[in-house]
Nanobody
Framework: QVQLLESGGDSVQAGGSLRLSCAVS????????AGWFRRAPGKEREAVAT???????NYSDSVKGRFTISKDNAERSVYLQMNSLKPEDTAVYYC????????????????????WGQGTQVTVSS
């Protein structure tokens, strides 16, 4: 059974950086899609960045140029490098994945993902 475990959440000042990690246990059927989503207090869960096993990547407009999603060569981890953090980036960040993901582009819709981590809190203060 595949499980996802996030780490790396913390409290930082605006302008700072954090790197989130998502450890993948078990084997995900290829092609797969994975991504980072976040939920801020009182808001809906939204996509931040998604990646497909072939390397295709999507970013939300709000983080483009500041955040970078990547995966390691062994495909055991997915990362989110977050730079120039803003107070509006404060949220619980979730890692998600979907096996046998046939979409040509990694989807942004949370409902398309079947595996979820427990979340990690990111707090950015001004």
């Amino acid at each position: 059974q595949v499980q996802l475990l996030e780490s790396g959440g913390d409290s930082v000042q605006a302008g700072g950086s954090l790197r989130l990690s998502c450890a993948v246990s078990g084997n995900i059927g290829r092609p797969y899609c994975a991504g980072w989503f976040r939920r801020a207090p009182g808001k809906e869960r939204e996509a931040v960045a998604t990646i497909r096993s072939d390397g295709s990547i999507n970013y939300s407009d709000s983080v483009k140029g500041r955040f970078t999603i990547s995966k390691d060569n062994a495909e055991r981890s997915v990362y989110l490098q977050m730079n120039s953090l803003k107070p509006e980036d404060t949220a619980v960040y979730y890692c998600a994945a979907r096996a046998f993901c046939m979409s040509m582009s990694p989807p942004f819709t949370p409902g398309m993902y079947t595996l979820w981590g427990q979340g990690t809190q990111v707090t950015v203060s001004s």
